[in-house]
């Protein structure tokens, strides 16, 4: 890389850029006049963040300035280019950094970059150059690049003190007017002057207009008077050399002295204060606090009161705060008790109506009580509330909420919030009459503004506590809090070696509710479910909501027999009518529940027991189900069946099997059924009646009944091309009711068997599929039937099919079930179904089929009762397609 000019005229424009320090334009102005001495194609100059990130402060590229970007130094040459030597790749810089998209993005070729370095020796920034054709280096470029970063690294070094010192300015002023605002707002005067004759103020509060009659501005290095020119000529000396007597033993300094007002009077004056001194022990300025004290001394016991408080719970927070605050005020006041409160609105919401308090701080001869609640109607705080401030100098003796104190007089204020809202009372309580508050009023009149900022600070803290922790429709614990208290009281049982029991609920037919009546109807109910449940289970342990329709219950050192009673009373407590808006709603309950150390030795597992129980209760009848260690296995191996069924699909390792279909009158083959078999190498043959129900479950039906119909189609076609002519009739296949959902059914399957005619298909699907959506069911079996398909019925008798529908379907054949089959020789009932279902096919022009079919007898009288068509053992197992080919197929 050669420069474009001479050096004069180079190190003349560098310096012109020196011109530029402190302007915006700086590192614009640099990385232009860069670009055109160096003749290279992009510079950059950028800030080096902590986080290892660079944020450029200007960017020149292909003669113009780009937008200032962020990006990670990780991976790029300008993460080598932080070091003292400048760092060079004269060419193929973007093979060398491949994951660098800034440099595709620029087309660079060769990169050279140097670090900024701050005047400590910080490293602060980085000055890239790149050019889109190899990069060489001359002594002078080299030179160039230098002095740049130079000017560079002391611009953004600049930049950064400056960034510093406007920050250290900010907290400086924040200071200044927190400082500002507490001695503002306190009564009195407070200062700061200069150890001389004249008291020369520096900085005074807003108090000492009040109390002198002059402003703080008059004051101040004695503009309109001196503070020693005020003084009475009487106190002068004395004051002063009790000062200086004070600070020369390194004291504070306590005086009382007349001041002159600027209305002519003089004013009686206590200040306490203390000198200031530098790290070499040099006296700076004078510090302190002035207060009136011409009233009488009560006004001064106030002063030391509120200080005295004021002091103790300024470095406290939370309760710390009330607990000292109350403490220190009884204790001021010569009080036998006292305590902060928060109120409670009215159970119906008004603001206005108060109903119960809780105290958040209680003292009661020196010792702190636990938190109380009481009503506030009839007792002393109802009083404060409603007139702000309220005095018992002697009356009947007084029980004190939460104790067993007999008191005679109190004095109260009422806690107001910002907008002027009554939030809490203040309280102290005497066993004696009292016969003067003017001291304690005072005090509390002065203290309860910090007290009431304070609580309501609290309470909204609370308010943001119980949204994060509370079921906002039932006022229960949520789940976050629940799963808390769960750890909880897990490490307590577990240290205390105890018991602990989990039930979790599950509201059973809830969800259909709230579909068919609306959400708000359904909070109602939760509502109403959740009283009841709370009614029962208060005695008991915790109860929560974790959902939408689930509960939870913790129990501690739960009895076995106590677990079985309760489970049994939480189900009978949801069980009865529940009455809204005129309409009855009947409800069930699904419990499962587990225990802590019988079942499980972790919170965590517990609940997770629990979640297994709950899930097997659901599917039960009595809807009632306590954990097994054998549901936890069934749960893993259904998990892992899961597993291995999707990967079977995917992989193509099941197989189909083929049952044939044959006419009861000429005992030919009319057809047969497609099974589907699926051999684990682990786990060998897995039954159909497990895997097939879990395929449904868990959502691999789809898939499972694609794969079914695209083999029946390729096995179809096999037959087809051997001799013989392939299979007669119908191949029959099982649909799903999650596949028969879909409208596009007809087509899907017509994409899934291509090659196939659907003359040569039968779909099967069972009578309680079919009923699920009766209107879509009929609209699809149309469609299928207009495009060829055959369709059956299968299990029918099982279901609930309303005839009228039944004529509607345009269904071929009605499979009767095996359950009637199978014991209709002996059994009547099942005789009289199956000839019904006979009659009422051929009535609707359907042909029938009979499943289960395992003996002569009962084919025999099958065929007697018109039955068209059968499978079963008796006729032939179902066999894999090579063997059913040459039983069946094979002439």
């Known amino acids: 890389m050669h420069t474009r000019n001479g050096p004069a005229d180079i190190f003349r424009q560098l310096a012109e850029c020196v011109g530029h320090s402190g302007s915006p334009r700086f590192y614009a102005t640099l990385v232009e006049r860069l670009a055109a001495i160096l003749g290279v194609d992009h510079v950059l100059v950028a800030d080096v963040t902590q986080c290892n990130q660079a944020e450029t402060l200007a960017v020149w590229s292909n003669g113009r300035l780009l937008s200032n970007i962020t990006y990670p130094l990780t991976g790029t040459p300008c993460e080598t280019a932080l070091g003292r030597e400048p760092c060079l790749y004269f060419r193929n810089v973007q093979s060398r950094f491949p994951d660098d998209k800034l440099l595709c993005e620029l087309g660079a070729e060769s990169y050279l970059g140097r670090a900024l370095y701050a005047a400590d020796g910080a490293l602060i920034g980085l000055l890239a150059v790149l050019k889109n054709s190899p990069m060489q280096l001359n002594n002078l470029a080299g030179e160039v690049l230098q002095i740049a970063a130079a000017q560079a690294g002391a611009e953004l070094d600049r930049q950064k003190a400056e960034q510093a010192l406007r920050k250290s300015e900010a907290v400086a002023r924040e200071s200044e007017r927190r400082m500002d605002t507490l001695l503002n707002h306190l009564p009195g005067m407070a200062y700061r002057c200069l150890n001389d004759r004249h008291w020369t103020m520096q900085v005074v509060s807003r108090g000492a207009e009040a109390l002198t009659g002059y402003r703080p501005d008059e004051l101040q290095d004695n503009r309109l008077t001196s503070f020693a020119a005020l003084i009475h000529p009487d106190d002068q000396g004395r004051l002063y050399g009790e000062v200086q007597s004070a600070i020369a033993t390194h004291r504070p300094y306590r005086v009382t002295y007349q001041l002159l007002h600027r209305d002519g009077g003089y004013r009686w004056m206590w200040e306490q204060g203390q000198a200031v001194r530098d790290e070499t022990g040099e006296i700076v300025c004078l510090e302190g606090f002035i207060s009136d004290v011409t009233d009488q001394q009560e006004s001064q016991r106030v002063q030391n009161a509120v200080v005295q408080v004021a002091s103790t719970v300024t470095t406290q927070v939370g309760d710390g705060y009330f607990q000292q605050l109350i403490a220190t005020l009884v204790k001021v006041l010569e009080a036998d008790a006292g305590f902060i409160a928060l109120l409670h609105t009215s159970p119906q919401g008004d603001e206005s109506v108060y109903g119960q308090a809780t105290t958040v701080s209680m003292v009661v001869e020196g010792v702190q009580r636990d938190k109380h609640t009481f009503a506030l109607r009839g007792s002393p705080c109802e009083q404060v509330v409603l007139e702000r401030e309220a005095v018992m100098h002697d009356g009947p003796p007084l029980m004190l909420p939460g104790t067993l104190l007999p008191t005679r007089a109190w004095i109260g204020r009422r806690l107001d919030n910002a907008n002027g809202e009554a939030i809490g009372v203040m309280m102290v309580f005497y066993r004696q009459p009292l016969t003067t508050n003017a001291f304690a009023t005072s005090v509390l009149q002065i203290l309860s503004t910090g007290a009431a900022a304070e609580l309501e600070r609290r309470r909204d803290h609370r308010h943001m506590h119980q949204l994060a922790y509370t079921d906002s429709t039932t006022g229960l614990p949520n789940r976050v809090r629940f799963m808390e208290l769960l750890a909880q009281m897990w490490k307590e049982a577990q240290q205390g070696e105890h018991g602990l029991s989990l039930l979790l609920l599950d509201i059973r037919r809830f969800k259909e509710v709230n579909d068919l009546h609306g959400h708000q109807v359904g909070d109602q109910l939760l509502v109403k479910v959740a009283e009841r449940l709370e009614q029962i289970s208060r005695s008991y342990g915790s109860l929560a909501r974790l959902s939408g329709d689930e509960f939870a219950l913790l129990v501690v050192r739960p009895v076995p027999s106590d677990i079985g009673h309760l489970v049994e009373q939480l189900r009978l407590a949801v069980k009865p009518p529940l009455y809204l808006e005129r309409r009855a709603f009947q409800l069930d309950v699904s419990i499962g529940f587990a225990h802590y150390p019988q079942d499980v030795a972790e919170a965590g597992e517990l609940f997770n027991a629990a979640s297994i129980a709950l899930h097997h209760a659901k599917r039960r009848e009595k809807s009632i189900c306590p954990y097994t260690q054998a549901m936890r296995h069934a749960l893993q191996r259904r998990q892992r069946m899961t597993e291995r069924l999707n ?84 191949l029959s296949i099982n649909i799903s009711a999650q596949q028969f959902a879909d409208p596009e059914l007809t087509s899907h399957i017509a994409q899934l068997t291509s090659g196939v005619s659907p003359s040569a298909i039968a779909l099967e699907l069972t009578e309680s599929d079919f009923m699920r959506d009766p209107d879509q069911a009929v609209e699809i079996t149309h469609t299928m039937r207009q495009a060829g398909y055959a369709l059956s ?60 079919v395992e003996t002569r007898d009962q084919a025999s009288l099958l065929a007697e009762m018109g039955c068209n068509e059968a499978q079963g053992y008796w006729f032939g197992r179902p066999l894999p397609a090579d063997e059913f080919a040459v039983q069946w197929l094979t002439t």
């Open 793 to 852: 019925i299968d299990d029918f008798g099982t279901g609930y099919s309303s005839l009228s529908y039944l004529r509607r379907f345009a269904a071929d054949a009605l499979k009767i079930d095996i359950s009637f089959v199978r014991e209709m020789l002996e059994n009547k009932n099942d005789r009289a179904i199956v000839q019904t279902i006979i009659a009422m096919a051929k009535a609707l022009e359907m042909k029938t089929v009979a499943e289960g």
């Open 647 to 730: 990967a079977a699909i995917s992989e193509h390792q099941l197989e189909l099997y083929f049952q044939p279909q044959v006419d009861l009158a000429s005992g030919r083959l009319t057809g047969a059924e497609a099974l589907c078999r699926w051999y684990d190498a682990e786990w060998g043959w897995v039954s159909p009646g497990e895997f097939i129900p879990l395929a449904e479950e868990r959502g691999l039906i789809r898939a499972l009944g694609d794969w079914v119909l695209k083999a029946s189609a390729r096995q179809l076609m096999e037959w087809h091309n051997q001799p013989g002519g392939g299979l007669p009739g119908r």
